[in-house]
T-cell receptor, first 113, second 111 residues
Framework: SAVISQKPSRDICQRGTSLTIQCQVD?????MFWYRQQPGQSLTLIAT?????????ESGFVIDKFPISRPNLTFSTLTVSNMSPEDSSIYLC??????????FGQGTRLTVV | QKEVEQNSGPLSVPEGAIASLNCTYS??????FFWYRQYSGKSPELIMS????GDKEDGRFTAQLNKASQYVSLLIRDSQPSDSATYLC???????????FGSGTQLTVLP
C-alpha cells in the first residue's frame, strides 16, 4: 500500500484566515482525493485532484473556498480559505494506486476559533 | 443519488462474541466494496475488500457480499476490546473511481 504523509496533523486557526494542507505520496498516482470528516460524521468527498488539470469538485464544494493544487504525480495541496468555525473538521487526503481501494493520510484536524 | 446505509449503532458485544456489521447500497452498478476501521482521532484504515458475491475471510474478519440484495456485511469473530472502533462501509462504482462512504457503525467490545 502507498505511504501517504499529510501535514499539518492538526492546527487551530483564526476565522477569516486560510490553511494549506499538504499531501505527499511515496509513489506516483494518477488520482488524489480530498475528503472532509465533520465531527461525528462520515467522510465526504471534496474534490478529485488530477495532475495537469483542474480539480473536479463535488456538489457543495467550490474552488474559491477549497483551492487545490496538483503540481506532480506525488503531491497535492488543499487550501481551506476564509475559514469559519463550520470548517472545523478532519481533512483527509487519499489515493488509489492502481486499484480502487483508498489509502488515507493521517489526516489534518482543523479547529477554527 | 448514490447512497450507502449502515446500521446506526452503537453496537456493543462482549469479548469473544461475533460482531455483525451491515451495509446496504443503492447503486446497482457498484463493483467494489470495502470495510474501513477508524479509531477515534485516527484516519480510516482498510481492513477488507470484496468484489464478488459470497464470503471472503481474512483472519477473524469475514466480508459477505450479496449483489442481488445490494447488501454487504462484516463479521468479526472472537471480538477483542481492540476491535472497538467505528467501522465504515465504502462502495465504488468505478465510474468516478472515488468512494461513497456510509455513516459508520460504532462498535464497542466489552471486556
Amino acid at each position: 500500500s502507498a505511504v501517504i504523509s499529510q501535514k499539518p496533523s492538526r492546527d487551530i486557526c483564526q476565522r477569516g484566515t486560510s490553511l494549506t494542507i499538504q499531501c505527499q505520496v511515496d509513489s506516483q498516482v494518477t488520482m488524489m482525493f480530498w475528503y472532509r470528516q465533520q465531527p461525528g460524521q462520515s467522510l465526504t468527498l471534496i474534490a478529485t485532484a488530477n495532475q495537469g488539470s483542474e480539480a473536479t469538485y463535488e456538489s457543495g464544494f467550490v474552488i474559491d473556498k477549497f483551492p487545490i493544487s496538483r503540481p506532480n504525480l506525488t503531491f497535492s495541496t488543499l487550501t481551506v480559505s476564509n475559514m469559519s468555525p463550520e470548517d472545523s473538521s478532519i481533512y483527509l487526503c487519499s489515493v488509489e494506486p492502481g486499484m480502487t481501494e483508498a489509502f488515507f493520510g493521517q489526516g489534518t484536524r482543523l479547529t477554527v476559533v | 443519488q448514490k447512497e450507502v446505509e449502515q446500521n446506526s449503532g452503537p453496537l456493543s458485544v462482549p469479548e469473544g462474541a461475533i460482531a455483525s456489521l451491515n451495509c446496504t447500497y443503492s447503486d446497482r452498478v457498484s463493483q467494489s466494496f470495502f470495510w474501513y476501521r477508524q479509531y477515534s482521532g485516527k484516519s480510516p484504515e482498510l481492513i477488507m475488500s470484496i468484489y464478488s458475491n459470497g464470503d471472503k475471510e481474512d483472519g477473524r474478519f469475514t466480508a459477505q457480499l450479496n449483489k442481488a440484495s445490494q447488501y454487504v456485511s462484516l463479521l468479526i469473530r472472537d471480538s477483542q476490546p481492540s476491535d472497538s472502533a467505528t467501522y465504515l462501509c465504502a462502495v465504488n462504482n468505478q465510474e468516478g473511481r472515488q468512494l461513497t462512504f456510509g455513516s459508520g457503525t460504532q462498535l464497542t467490545v466489552l471486556p
